[in-house]
């Protein structure tokens, strides 16, 4: 796929997750074994044997446009945009608002936070899907 990525897209210079270092414990960010699809158009890129903290945080790096930030600690991820750009290696995002990935629910979710499953990301149309 080809497409040209904004400053600090993770296709930009080869870099995976945009560059950015993961705050969970053990998740490495320099390579990667396997891919999954997300909902946003696009696929992202993870190890076998990720924690299902580690895999949230790297589907939350591959869509977003600004660092994700923990919010329940470091289980779930928020960011205030996703998408709205084309990586050449792991496809073209939508751009959808407060976007949220989530490893589980921590029970105080709400309709606009991740409600249930584990590793949820929100659609182009904000419907909340498991991913892979």
Do not use: I
């Not at 080869?14 to 320099?30: E, F, I, R």
Request: proline fraction near 7%; hydrophobic fraction near 25%; charge should be neutral.
């Amino acid at each position: 796929m080809t497409g040209v990525c904004p400053s600090g897209d993770g296709g930009a210079g080869g870099a995976l997750y945009h560059g950015w270092t993961s705050p969970v414990a053990g998740c490495s960010t320099t390579s990667y074994n396997s891919t999954a699809a997300t909902n946003l158009g696009g696929s992202y890129p993870f190890n076998v044997g990720d924690s299902a903290m580690c895999r949230a945080w790297k589907l939350a790096a591959t869509v977003c446009t600004t660092q994700p930030m923990p919010y329940s600690g470091n289980e779930n991820f928020t960011c205030p945009q996703s998408g709205g750009f084309t990586d050449p290696r792991f496809g073209t995002y939508c751009a959808v608002s407060n976007q949220y990935s989530c490893s589980s629910c921590p029970g105080a979710c709400n309709a606009g936070d991740c409600r249930s499953g584990s590793n949820m990301l929100r659609d182009c149309r904000g419907v909340e899907l498991a991913q892979p």
